[in-house]
């Protein structure tokens, strides 16, 4: 399974500020996923980062808050925009090495907003 | 729209019992299902991947089944430690999709 090296692994931030967490991936893959978990919730999928396009976002989620960058098949960040309370959540970025290796996930980013 | 859905949402046991967590899916045409486990704050290790195919699978303690037709899905766990206590998440991989749906959870407390 690939390795993940997310960072970083806990902030505290002012509302109104932007903060961007970056994974790095031991081997290359086609896809990385960016997830959210909000306090006491499941994960929910915020958009599907493939190198040398456009990120994919799911419903509720939008471009302007969540900037995606794809650089290479190794890395990616996530910006999280213009924060406020409610974007307090962990931030988790996941890779998949096929159908017969399943996912692997990132340590998490707990983002508290202030 | 897949749904998963884990039942208990929490579960308390003494040290040594054996236990079972439970997770259905609305929609059966999925590839595979798989198993994670979150400690506090932390992100998601890999627990278990049952292929669509597959009716089981095992490691150590832990031994998870799949029932595709009914839309089922449970982990087991021998003689549970406290090291165990962690939220427990199951998640499918729906039909060509990519992404996984996850389950609510089940928070597992071990005490001694």
């Known amino acids: 399974s690939a390795v993940i090296s997310q960072k970083p692994s806990r902030d505290i931030c002012q509302r109104g500020t932007s903060l961007t967490i970056q994974c790095q991936v031991d081997s290359q893959v086609t896809m990385m996923f960016w997830y959210r978990q909000q306090p006491g919730q499941s994960l929910t999928l915020i958009a599907t980062a493939n190198q040398g396009s456009e990120a994919t976002y799911e419903s509720g989620f939008v471009i302007d808050k969540f900037p995606i960058s794809r650089p290479n098949l190794t890395f990616s960040t996530l910006t999280v925009s213009n924060m406020s309370p409610e974007d307090s959540s962990i931030y988790l970025c996941s890779v998949g090495l096929g159908q017969s290796y399943g996912y692997t996930f990132g340590s998490g980013t707990r983002l508290t907003v202030v | 729209k897949q749904e998963v859905t884990q039942i208990p949402a929490a579960l308390s046991v003494p040290e040594g019992e054996n236990l079972v967590l439970n997770c259905s899916f609305t929609d059966s045409a999925i590839y595979n299902l798989q198993w994670f486990r979150q400690d506090p704050g932390k992100g998601l290790t890999s627990l278990l991947l049952?292929?669509?195919?597959?009716r089981e699978q095992t490691s150590g303690r832990l031994n998870a089944s799949l029932d595709k037709s009914s839309g089922r899905s449970t982990l087991y766990i021998a003689a549970s430690q406290p090291g165990d206590s962690a939220t427990y998440l199951c998640?499918?991989?729906?039909?060509?999709?990519?992404?996984?749906?996850f389950g609510t959870g089940t928070r597992l407390q071990v005490t001694l």
């Open positions: 998640a499918v991989r729906a039909g060509t999709a990519s992404k996984l749906t």
């Open positions: 049952i292929q669509s195919s597959q």
